[in-house]
C-alpha cells in the first residue's frame, strides 16, 4: 500500500466515521493493542502493520502515538514494539473489578432464556459444592436443586468437577464431612481424567432417572477453578438440545470474560 492509497484510505474512514457516529481512530487504535496483546512477544512494525491489513506509515503514526500514552513501549535496540506500563495498569484494574461468579450467573441466566433446562452456577465451600445462583427456564419446571443447596460430592455432575480440579486435600476435608449415603461412592479410576479431558462431566439425576446433571469448570485469571456452571433437565432434552456442548461453552466463556484461560 502507498502513501495515496493510505490517504484515500484515511479520508474514506473519516467518512465512515460520520455516517457511523464512531471514532474510527480509536478503532485501529485498538486493533494494534489487541494484536499485541495477542502475541507471544513483542513485534516488528512491519509485522503489526500486515496483521492489522494498514500500511507500514500508518501503523507507525499510531503505535507513536500509543507510545506517547504509555499504551506501548518501543524497544530503542531492536525498534520492536510491545504493551506498556499503562496497558498493564488497564488490565490489572478490570482484573480486580472482575467477579467470575457473577460473570458465570450472566451466561447461566441468558442459557436459561434459551434452553430447556435450570440453569445455575456452584462455588466450592467446606460442606462442599453449594449452590449460589440458580435459574428456572420457562420451558423446564421439574428441578431437584435450589438456591443455598450443598451437593452430594459423589452423586453429582458438580461434585465430579470440583473433584477433577481441587487439591485432593480439600476434597478428603468434605468427604469425611459428608455421610456416607448422600455423598456417595467415590468415583472409580480414569472417571476424574475422563472429566478433565472432556472439559466437564454428566450424571443422571439418583431419584429421577429422566432427569441429567451437567457441569463444567469456570477458572480464574490464576488458572485456579473458582466457580462450576451446570444444568439440570430431562435427558432427551438434552441430547436433543445439545446441553452439555453449549454448557462447556458458556464455562469456556465465562473464563474468557473472567480473564481466565
Known amino acids: 500500500m502507498n502513501e495515496f492509497e493510505e490517504s484515500a484510505d484515511e479520508l474514506s474512514d473519516a467518512a465512515s466515521e460520520k455516517r457511523a457516529g464512531i471514532i474510527q481512530s480509536v478503532s485501529i487504535a485498538s486493533r494494534f493493542l489487541n494484536i499485541l496483546a495477542a502475541s507471544d512477544g513483542e513485534l516488528p512494525l512491519v509485522e503489526l502493520a500486515r496483521r492489522a491489513g494498514t500500511g507500514r506509515s500508518t501503523a507507525h503514526r499510531y503505535m507513536q ?13 531492536t525498534g ?21 461468579v457473577a460473570v458465570a450467573a450472566r451466561h447461566m441466566k441468558s442459557m436459561a432464556s434459551r434452553i430447556a433446562a435450570s440453569c445455575g452456577v456452584a462455588i466450592w465451600t467446606d460442606r462442599g459444592p453449594t ?3 440458580w435459574y428456572r427456564s420457562a420451558r423446564f419446571a421439574i428441578s431437584t436443586v435450589t438456591l443455598g443447596d450443598v451437593l452430594p460430592l459423589d452423586n453429582t455432575a458438580c461434585g465430579l468437577v470440583f473433584q477433577a480440579y ?6 478428603e476435608a468434605v468427604r469425611r ?9 467415590a468415583p472409580a479410576p480414569g472417571v476424574l481424567e475422563d472429566v478433565r479431558r472432556a472439559g ?17 469448570p469456570v477458572f480464574d485469571v490464576y488458572g485456579d477453578i473458582c466457580c462450576v456452571v451446570t444444568t439440570v433437565s430431562f435427558v432427551e432434552t438434552a441430547e436433543s438440545e445439545g446441553h452439555g456442548a453449549a454448557l462447556i461453552e458458556a464455562a469456556r466463556q465465562a473464563t474468557r470474560d473472567s480473564g481466565g484461560t
Open 65 to 77: 502515538s500509543l507510545v506517547r500514552e504509555g499504551l506501548v513501549a518501543q524497544d530503542q535496540v
Open 166 to 171: 481441587l487439591p485432593a486435600e480439600r476434597i
Open 131 to 133: 449452590i449460589v445462583q
Open 177 to 185: 464431612l459428608q455421610p456416607d449415603a448422600f455423598r456417595g461412592r
Open 80 to 100: 520492536c514494539y510491545d504493551l506498556g506500563p499503562a496497558s498493564l495498569n488497564i488490565g490489572i484494574s478490570a482484573l480486580k473489578r472482575i467477579d467470575p
Open 200 to 216: 466437564g462431566a454428566e450424571l443422571n439425576e439418583r431419584l429421577f432417572s429422566a432427569l441429567t446433571g451437567k457441569a463444567a
